[in-house]
């Protein structure tokens, strides 16, 4: 049998990024992935129809750089079918606004020429901050320790940085680092469309509210993002969120990665409080002195490490992750491109018309229920790319606010969120609701049978403050390393979080090549 | 005549301040616009033979390092200590509080033996999070964008208490500090009851709800006081919450300070950039070296300092400090004592908080109320009868019931509260206590319901907010109330904070009072007194 040095499980974004950082450190690195085709929330389901094969994920905005340009993607089949996505905040009554360039660099449609001035200002405020946290994302977290070994030289750049931004500036910072996206929102505009969708994408794919605290970090985190060069930009890839995930596959495969699918890693072996393999749910072992599992660290610690390996307080800690998913996919295929009153279908469109609606919408979630109005993001895929003339339409939609764990049990729940879902769209797009030819709607449980994410979010736990940086995914495990030797962790449930980013693989691949001891 | 310094709002803080310059030797005066002294600290005959304390209404956070500097026991002051109180469910059951840790804890066991367990490690990491705060409470806080040299020893002695803390310690700090209280009792507890009963404290006042991330510091607010040297306990003050600034007063005037009432504050005078004395409502003005303004940030720039006197980027930033109001109160007098059929006959829970609350989804709910800007059907309430201990606030055999209610929005559908809606909002809560002690409504004698509008009108609270100012990261430390003034100095020199809008916030503290006072008499380099800090053992 091969020897590998290193076996990593999981062959989504991060597993692959961290595969393919592993193989060009000069290690021999198998890759398990449980599904038939690798890509984690890249991919579809297995369904034979369109709407059931959409990914979980349908915008690229989180790419790292490094995992771009070190995979070589664009040799392997990735290119982009729109890049800097404009974006259109949906009015029911047709009176759009339109969010063009990367986080809304300019605005059009009706709108004062006062939240014209004061959304310029606040932007080039948010961009300025975002961009002080960039570096972080491509950094093992600090610990907090005296003589912890921090790469202090980075550190003390960083903050160098953020105190250039100039005695004014920096104070800002300081106040706004822990306040909630709808006051500061509602301090500088008026216009609740542009509020409205601000204060969406800020909670976008979190647990929180626009009220909530600490949410407007979580909005600069999203900032902080890139896609084809781009800060803040959103992009789509040629045919399909799936087309990344094989670019990713064929690159490691290239330099050398082993890939084996439909192989689900049932336990990791552990000896002497050593990680020495896994065995497969078909009861083949595998052996390496390096295991990396990009599988959640919920999932990781407490079901293919267990309890029995780990201190008490370890496994406290690993239990208190919070891991709420609030967003539900939709996928539905058409008949015919809908209209949402005019709006342009090649722009994402997004349903959340105040800073209420979306605070209301995630009431309901925090209680088990369904809420009425739900906010969302929608894309139509086939608006970007010719498809044959017999093929239908598709849209995908991130759906917010979904509860992880209804009050009245998963089928009631996911068959009231798509009426309630429904309703919403038809009042955009009317008529949307007659060229529905199949649909599908992912609950946060549905996501975490699928995808195998706690709890159903998508960042494998909330990114919310207190699981940021090294905190993340909690303080004894935020340097990708775990208390057994050889086992690390690469998911997005460690720093910087996902959202089809491979950072966290990377740099756990980064971390592991520096010889730190596991 | 002229006077060293003139303090507007004889309010507690504005007292605490004025004590602590007398004493250094300054010529002090007090101007109160009411009639009364003690600003939201007040004992008031509201009907006929009966003391209300009819806003804030129980004692534990007041510094005691202040008490014994400005030796207020000898002036009066003394502070009862209670027994826990009780949680009512809606199953006509019940969960008995009690101040002594083990008892708390067998009570606890009765509903989950695992929460029994878990409450000592949760006790344990509150005071360890108590601990660390406490001390800041009475310091100013470090300016982290300037490089003066006292604010860098200040940041380095800050450094250094954090170092004094393992590793694990430290980010359990941070986590406690961003996280939601709801979120941090899930991490303990589980039975619904007892993580209603300890979310109280997160939510008293604040415009959050338990599951706001930020609500666990909210808590810490709260619990860092103490009777005694009890961390965390609460207390009466005899004769009612009035007694606090009636010894305050009492102190003030032994040390040769003024408080002058129904002076109403019109303009800070205001000269070549420095305040110079006081304008009233009358017309009279008081010539002072240095003012201090005991009024909230938002009542003090907004309202009476001539706009023109300021730098823009400030003004602009006083009116975005938030004091959004979020709690209502009823003071209600009782011909005789209630019954509550959950409780034992004799129960010594009723000399302590009653709640009706026993879930943290409930009290979430009434926050979404608040949010949408109405006051909830369901509200939480922090019920007690001080005269259970104090029988001195009503004729004998009658009581005083003290009910905080929360949550009550500083508007209703973005429109002033009116007459109609108050009524209704006091109807809700007494219908609440009703429903668990029959006969409730026929012993009710008076009530007197105070809203957000009330609580502007009579104390002078912007938007009624009980804290002069949320409490949330953005506008605590060095963020309160406005990022570089956080040291109880102005844009205007010689015009001072000392109210509640200052670090480290509302409740009957005195700390923001002090901490001026300390700051003037730094600047003035006169010899004082001042305690540090005590350490929480």
């Known amino acids: 049998m091969q020897s590998f040095d290193a076996i990593v499980i999981g062959g989504g974004t991060n597993g692959m990024a961290c595969a393919a950082r592993l193989t060009k450190g000069g290690k021999r690195v198998l890759v398990l992935d449980a599904a038939d085709r690798p890509g984690g929330a890249a991919v579809g389901g297995d369904g034979a129809s369109g709407a059931s094969q959409m990914p979980l994920a349908h915008l690229l905005m989180m790419l790292d750089p490094r995992v771009h340009a070190g995979m070589d993607l664009d040799q392997y089949g990735f290119s982009y079918a729109a890049t800097d996505l404009a974006t259109t905040a949906l009015s029911a009554t ?249 709006a342009n279908p090649a722009t994402r469109l997004v349903i959340a018309p105040d800073i209420n609606m979306v605070e209301t919408a995630f009431n309901a979630t925090k209680y088990g229920e369904v809420p009425e109005r739900p906010v969302m993001e929608i894309v139509i895929p086939t608006a970007h790319e010719a498809a044959g003339a017999s093929d239908p339409h598709l849209l995908s939609a991130i759906v917010q606010f979904a509860p992880h764990d209804p009050r009245d049990g998963l089928d009631k729940a996911r068959k009231q969120m798509l009426a309630n879902t429904l309703n919403v769209l038809e009042d955009h797009a009317p008529g949307i609701g007659g060229l529905i030819s199949e649909s599908e709607l992912l609950m946060p449980q549905d996501i975490e049978a699928r995808y195998g994410m706690a709890g159903g979010n998508w960042h494998h736990g909330e990114l919310s403050v207190e699981q940021m940086l090294f905190l993340r995914p909690f303080a004894d495990a935020a340097q990708y390393s775990t208390p057994i030797a050889g086992l690390w962790l690469a998911s997005a449930g460690s720093h910087p979080g996902g959202g089809i980013s491979g950072a966290a693989g990377w740099n756990a691949a980064e971390r592991i090549l520096s010889g730190v001891a596991a | 005549m002229s006077y060293d310094a003139a303090i507007i709002g004889a309010g507690h803080n504005g007292l605490v301040a004025a004590c602590y310059l007398a004493r250094a030797g300054l010529k002090v005066v007090v101007v109160e616009k009411n009639d009364w002294i003690g600003g939201a600290a007040v004992s008031r005959e509201l009907h006929p033979g009966f003391t209300y304390s009819n806003c804030s209404y129980v004692c534990s956070l007041f510094r005691p390092e202040i008490m014994r500097d400005l030796e207020l026991p000898k002036y009066g002051l003394q502070v009862l200590p209670y027994e826990g109180g009780a949680v009512f469910t809606r199953d006509g059951g019940y969960l008995a509080i009690f101040r002594d840790h083990d008892a708390n804890r067998r009570e606890f066991a009765r509903y989950s033996p695992r929460d029994a ?143 002058r009432t129904g002076k109403g504050v019109d303009t800070v005078l205001v000269s070549n950039g420095r305040a110079v004395g006081l304008r009233l409502d009358d017309g009279e003005e008081i010539a002072a070296k240095r003012v201090l303004s005991n009024m909230d940030v938002k009542r003090t720039f907004l309202k009476h300092v001539d706009r023109d006197e300021l730098p823009p980027a400030f003004t602009r930033r006083v009116e975005r400090f938030k004091t959004r109001g979020s709690s209502g109160k009823l003071n209600i007098a009782l011909d005789s004592a209630p019954h509550f059929p959950a409780l034992p006959e004799g129960s010594p829970m009723l000399k302590g908080d009653l709640h009706f609350t026993d879930s943290v989804e409930r009290m979430e709910r009434a926050y979404d109320d608040w949010k949408a800007g109405r006051f909830s059907r369901d509200p939480f309430q922090d019920t007690m009868m001080p005269t259970m201990i104090d029988p001195t606030m009503a004729p004998p055999g009658k009581h005083f019931m003290s009910c905080f209610i929360q949550y009550a929005p500083p508007k209703i559908d973005g429109r002033d509260w009116t007459d109609a809606d108050r009524d209704a909002f006091g109807q809700t809560v007494i219908d609440q206590i009703a429903e668990y002690s029959p006969g409730f409504k026929d012993r009710v004698l008076h009530a007197e319901i105070r809203t957000p509008r009330e609580l502007e009108a009579e104390v002078g609270l912007t938007e009624g907010n009980i804290f002069q100012g949320e409490l949330t990261f953005d506008q605590l430390l060095f963020n309160r109330p406005v990022p570089g003034y956080a040291q109880y100095k102005t844009p205007i020199r010689d015009l001072w904070l000392c109210g509640s809008s200052a670090h480290p916030g509302g409740g009957v503290m005195g700390a923001p009072g002090r901490n001026a006072a300390a700051e003037i008499l730094r600047d003035t380099r006169a010899p004082t007194e001042m305690r540090e800090a005590y350490a929480v053992v």
């Open chain 1, 94 to 342: 047709g009176d759009h606004l339109v969010l063009e360039g990367p986080a809304g660099a300019s605005l059009s449609g009706s709108l004062s020429d006062a939240d014209r001035a004061a959304w310029a200002t606040l932007r080039k405020r948010l961009l300025i901050y975002a961009e002080a946290l960039v570096p972080f994302r491509a950094l093992t977290p600090p610990r907090i320790a005296r003589k912890a070994g921090n790469d202090m030289l980075g550190l003390a750049k960083i903050g160098l940085g953020l105190r250039r931004l100039g005695r004014d500036e920096f104070r800002e910072f300081l106040r706004l680092f822990l306040i909630n996206v709808a006051d500061v929102l509602e301090d500088d505009l008026t216009d609740d469309r542009l509020k409205g969708v601000l204060a969406f994408d800020a909670v976008l794919g979190s647990w929180l509210g626009p009220r909530s605290p600490n949410s407007l970090l979580v909005y600069l985190n999203r900032l902080a993002g890139e896609a084809a060069g781009t800060r803040a930009a959103l992009a789509l890839p040629k045919g399909g969120m799936g087309t990344v995930a094989d670019a990713m596959a064929r690159s490691a495969a290239a330099s050398g990665v082993t890939l084996q699918s439909g192989a689900r890693v049932e336990r990791i072996l552990i000896e002497d409080d050593r990680a020495t393999g896994v065995v497969l749910t078909s009861g083949e072992t595998y052996r390496a002195p390096t295991i990396v599992s990009a599988a959640g660290p919920k999932q990781t610690l407490l079901d293919l490490v267990g309890a029995l390996h780990l201190d008490t307080g370890f496994v406290r800690r690993t239990r208190n992750i919070r891991s709420r998913g609030g967003a539900a996919k939709l996928h539905l295929a058409l008949t015919a491109r809908p209209d949402f009153r005019g």
């Open chain 2, 117 to 259: 367990e878990a409450y000592d490690r949760y006790s344990r990491d509150i005071m360890r999070h108590c601990r660390f705060i406490r001390p800041l409470l009475m310091r100013t806080p470090p300016d982290p964008a300037t490089f003066r040299p006292r604010d860098l020893a200040e940041l380095a002695w800050l450094g250094r208490k954090v170092g004094e803390m393992s590793e694990s310690q430290i980010c359990d700090m941070i986590r406690f500090w961003t996280m939601s209280i709801s979120d941090f009792l899930d991490e303990y507890f589980e039975s619904p009851v007892i993580k209603a009963y300890l979310a109280v404290s997160a939510i008293i006042g604040t415009a959050l709800g338990p599951m706001s991330p930020g609500s666990a510091y909210v808590l810490l607010h709260h619990y860092m006081g103490d009777v005694d040297g009890n961390v965390g306990a609460w207390g009466f003050a005899r004769g009612g919450m009035g007694a606090i600034t009636q010894a305050l007063t009492a102190s003030l005037r032994a040390s040769g300070g003024e408080v």
